[in-house]
């Protein structure tokens, strides 16, 4: 079976540094996306690893490490409007097509 | 930003009725999807189609059906809804190539009395 990992809830100060971790087993991986949902918006794209390593993307930072079937989500210079759920999602081959499955998600609060 | 769109965007309807929910995109993608989210929780997929004139059903099942007459199109309906039913829906799209980006729409929120 599938199954992605992540905690419920985060909190920061605005301005700090917070990471999200995600943990994942799943058979045929292929790599690990990221995506932020404001209440009651669309998810929206933030980053994919298909390789091992760090990918930087402005103040958003996603590590994966296919070894460990782990990855993370680093945001940097917190701002309020950072608020907002991160799903993890892994892409993986399954029936001879692609999927995305998506974590339960991550809350994170941002305090000023 | 993305140019996929749902409608109806609420829809509060009584058990036993047979409602559209509604899909289009004008960026000429290939992949389409259908998610169901319900508050706070993580999204499943209901139905997947790779182009025209192919569905398929993704990992939680759903009574829901889909058909893809045109690239730009992807229609989700239930026949008879349930208060199980009740939730939000969520369409998107990728190309193909593309990977692990989708683009999602702003969603349908469904409650059935």
């Known amino acids: 079976g599938q199954s992605l990992e992540q905690p419920s809830e985060v909190t920061a100060v605005e301005g700090a540094i917070v990471q999200i971790n995600c943990t994942y087993q799943?058979?045929?991986?292929?790599?690990l996306s990221w995506y932020q949902q404001h209440d009651g918006g669309a998810p929206t794209f933030l980053s994919y690893?298909?390789?091992?390593g760090l990918e930087e993307t402005g103040r958003f930072s996603s590590f994966l490490s296919r070894s460990d079937s782990y990855g993370y989500l680093l945001l940097q210079e917190l701002q309020m409007k950072d608020s907002a759920s991160y799903f993890c999602a892994v892409r993986a081959r399954m029936d001879s097509s692609y999927k995305l499955i998506f974590g339960s998600g991550t809350r994170l609060l941002v305090r000023p | 930003e993305a140019d996929i769109y749902q409608t109806p965007r609420y829809l509060v309807i009584g058990t036993g009725k047979k409602i559209t929910l509604e899909c289009s995109q004008t960026m000429g993608h290939d992949k389409m999807y259908w998610y169901q989210q319900d508050p706070g929780m993580e999204l499943h997929l209901i139905h997947y189609?790779?182009?025209?004139?192919?569905?398929e059903k993704g990992d939680l099942s759903s009574e829901s059906t889909v058909s893809r007459i045109r690239t730009e199109h992807f229609p989700l309906t239930l026949e008879s809804a349930r208060p199980s039913h009740t939730s939000q829906y969520l369409c998107?799209?990728?190309?193909?190539?593309?990977?692990?980006?989708?683009?999602f729409g702003e969603g349908s929120r469904l409650t059935v009395l």
């Open positions: 189609s790779y182009g025209v004139n192919s569905t």
């Open positions: 799943t058979s045929g991986f292929y790599g």
């Open positions: 998107a799209s990728n190309r193909a190539g593309v990977a692990g980006e989708l683009f």
């Open positions: 690893n298909g390789l091992d």
